[in-house]
């Protein structure tokens, strides 16, 4: 028996299914809280790579979009999202630079940067760098991109004297994404960006968006050092979120529909949706490969390009699933999940109600 929020008879497995009501809740939850908080909501896209999601996120209040690529900075630009950041430090290349000029004429552009390097290409592959707006990328801990806060100045700098307008800095505090690791992953966001808006005074430059934000620390986000939240997955949520307490079971809008397609041994049962449906992610710290809301004891242990394997040993065998039957399956990342779907089943009442297309899947330059 599938959770019923997620069941639908016409629905094909697998199916990358969401219930409405769910999503609804999560995009206005998440809007309520930036509004009270007084911070500008900017939803990153590359979860849902979705315009018909954009759309109900800008209804409820978005400033824009936040993206990872400029083809998806395309794809949500044609369709009449008016604002978007490619928070990311784009290499601009001569594919890029044309694609941007294009792409400005309708949309408010604003690119990330940490590197003078990153902005010297930035500014060769335009015509004209009044076209785009950069944010300059600091790091908060994860150590992934962006310069030391302290740093900052001098890719401002570099920014400037290239003529573009800078909006101001940004950073992601990816290290939320770790058991306990919520608070001070905020608080080192925080610090972080104080820190940037420090070293770009002394520098005399103006710093007005200090953009921030993750799924895990957005909720906690209050305002002081960050003007803005670019928080993603919320609006489906995912396995992750619910192991690391993000949000509840009732709080994932997104599901794999699946169907049990072997049970070749007691305790062990098989379903169609692998690797290419649910994502590949697993981190050390996730109890398995996704996560069925309807059996919470079971384990996803195996997963293969088709297959996914369910430890259901655990499970009472009276409520076992059994071959057959449709199960809903959690993906632990659902941005993963979702760029490898075409389109979204969208479930309420019991019936798919509509069919969104996921456009942007696999924009990834
Ligand atoms: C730069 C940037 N901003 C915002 C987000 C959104 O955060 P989350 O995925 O936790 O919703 C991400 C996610 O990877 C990101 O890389």
Redesign the pocket.
């Known amino acids: 028996m599938a959770d019923h929020r997620f069941h639908a008879p016409d629905v094909p497995s697998p199916s990358l299914v969401v219930d409405r009501e769910a999503l609804e809740r999560n995009i206005e939850a998440m809007a309520r809280h930036a509004a009270e908080a007084s911070l500008a909501l900017r939803p ?1 896209g590359k ?1 849902h790579k979705c315009p018909a999601i954009a759309t109900l996120q800008v209804d409820a209040g978005a400033v824009g979009l ?1 993206v ?1 690529t400029v083809g998806e900075a395309e794809i949500f630009g044609n369709q009449g999202v008016g604002d978007v950041f490619v ?2 430090p784009l290499w601009a290349d001569a594919d890029i630079g044309p694609r941007l000029e294009v792409l400005s004429a309708r949309v408010r552009l604003t690119v990330g940067a940490d590197s003078p390097a990153g902005i010297e290409r930035l500014r060769r592959a335009l015509s004209d760098t009044s076209l785009v707006r950069v944010i300059v990328e600091v790091d908060c801990g994860l150590r992934r991109t962006g310069v030391p806060p302290a740093d900052a100045a001098s890719v401002a700098h570099a920014a400037l004297d290239a003529g573009f307008e800078l909006g101001g800095v940004f950073t ?1 505090p ?1 290290h939320s994404y770790a058991p306990g690791m919520r608070d001070e992953a905020r608080t080192d966001e925080e610090r972080a960006l104080s820190e940037a808006v420090e070293a770009l005074g002394a520098a005399g430059i103006d710093c007005p968006v200090r953009s921030g ?4 620390t957005a909720a906690a986000t209050g305002p002081g050092a960050i003007t803005e939240l ?5 609006v489906f949520n995912d396995a992750q979120q619910v192991v690391l307490g993000t949000c509840t079971v009732d709080q994932v809008a997104l599901a794999a529909l699946a169907t049990v397609v072997s049970a070749p041994a007691p305790g062990r049962v098989v379903l169609d949706s692998g690797a290419k449906v649910l994502g590949p992610d697993r981190p050390s710290w996730a109890p398995g490969h996704g996560k069925l809301p309807d059996h919470p004891n079971a384990r996803v242990t195996g997963l293969w390009e088709h297959h996914a394997v369910v430890d259901v040993s655990e499970t009472d065998p009276s409520a076992r699933p059994r071959i057959g039957d449709r199960v809903a399956v959690f993906p632990n990342h659902v ?1 993963t999940a979702v760029n490898l779907a075409r389109e979204l089943l969208i479930v309420s009442g019991g019936k798919v109600v509509d069919r969104w297309a996921v456009a942007a899947a696999g924009a990834n330059r």
């Open positions: 990153h979860t936040a990872a928070a990311y992601f990816g934000g993750s799924t895990p670019r928080p993603g997955v919320y941005c």
